[in-house]
T-cell receptor, first 117, second 115 residues
Framework: AQKVTQAQTEISVVEKEDVTLDCVYE???????LFWYKQPPSGELVFLIR??????QNEISGRYSWNFQKSTSSFNFTITASQVVDSAVYFC??????????????FGAGTILRVKS | DTGVSQDPRHKITKRGQNVTFRCDPI?????LYWYRQTLGQGPEFLTY????????KSRLLSDRFSAERPKGSFSTLEIQRTEQGDSAMYLC?????????????FGPGTRLTVL
C-alpha cells in the first residue's frame, strides 16, 4: 500500500526566511509520481510541482525547489524568501505512474505554513 | 472559467437526510475523481470514473454513497441517510487518461455539515 508522511504539522517563519517542508513516502511501485499541492484558506487545491520516479534531478522553479531522494524515499519542498501569501496548508502526494489505471492520489496529512510579516 | 466546478459550495443538512453534489470537470478530461477531506487531514480517495465507467471505489465509500457519471461529462455524488461523520469537504478532480504527467485539476470543493 502507498503511504505519505508529513511529520511537520505546523511551521511558522518570518517573511523572507527560507522554509523546507518534509515528505517521506512508501510504495511498492517501481514507477510513480510525487506531487506538492497548496491549499490556501479558500480551500481549493493548487498544483505546485511534480516529479516522476525516473528522474531524481532536483530543480528550481522560481522561489520553489525540491529535493527528491529515492534512496531515502523523501521528496522535500523548499520555498525561498517566503512571503505572507505563501501561508497555506501544503500537501505532499503520491500516485502510481500507469496510464491504464486511475492513478489516484495518496496524500499526506499536510503541513500548515504560517509566514509572518 | 474552464476549470473544474462544483455545486453547491456549502451544504448544511440534518442527520438522516439525503444530499447530492455535482461536479463539472474540465471539458476534455475523461477521468474524474472524488476525494473526501476531513478537518486537519489530507484528501482521501473515494472513487474515480473513466468516461462513464466507475472503475474503482475505495472502501471508504459505504453503501450509503453512490456516484454516477451518466454521459461521461458531469458527475454526481449522493449520500443517503447522512451521518455526522459524513461532515467533510468533498473534492472533485479531473485529468486526461493519457496525460503522462498525471496532473489532476481540483475543483473548489463542497463543504458538507451534518447537524
Amino acid at each position: 500500500a502507498q503511504k505519505v508522511t508529513q511529520a511537520q504539522t505546523e511551521i511558522s517563519v518570518v517573511e523572507k526566511e527560507d522554509v523546507t517542508l518534509d515528505c517521506v513516502y512508501e510504495t511498492r511501485d517501481t514507477t510513480y509520481y510525487l506531487f506538492w499541492y497548496k491549499q490556501p484558506p479558500s480551500g481549493e487545491l493548487v498544483f505546485l510541482i511534480r516529479r516522476n520516479s525516473f528522474d531524481e534531478q532536483n530543480e528550481i522553479s522560481g522561489r520553489y525547489s525540491w529535493n527528491f531522494q529515492k534512496s531515502t524515499s523523501s521528496f522535500n519542498f523548499t520555498i525561498t524568501a517566503s512571503q505572507v501569501v505563501d501561508s497555506a496548508v501544503y500537501f505532499c502526494a503520491l500516485s502510481e505512474a500507469n496510464m491504464e489505471y486511475g492513478n489516484k492520489l495518496v496524500f499526506g496529512a499536510g503541513t500548515i505554513l504560517r509566514v509572518k510579516s | 472559467d474552464t476549470g473544474v466546478s462544483q455545486d453547491p459550495r456549502h451544504k448544511i443538512t440534518k442527520r438522516g437526510q439525503n444530499v447530492t453534489f455535482r461536479c463539472d470537470p474540465i471539458s476534455e478530461h475523461n477521468r474524474l475523481y472524488w476525494y473526501r477531506q476531513t478537518l486537519g487531514q489530507g484528501p482521501e480517495f473515494l472513487t474515480y470514473f473513466q468516461n462513464e465507467a466507475q472503475l474503482e471505489k475505495s472502501r471508504l465509500l459505504s453503501d450509503r454513497f453512490s456516484a454516477e457519471r451518466p454521459k461521461g461529462s458531469f458527475s454526481t455524488l449522493e449520500i443517503q441517510r447522512t451521518e455526522q461523520g459524513d461532515s467533510a469537504m468533498y473534492l472533485c478532480a479531473s485529468s486526461l487518461r493519457y496525460n503522462l504527467d498525471n496532473e489532476q485539476f481540483f475543483g473548489p470543493g463542497t463543504r458538507l455539515t451534518v447537524l
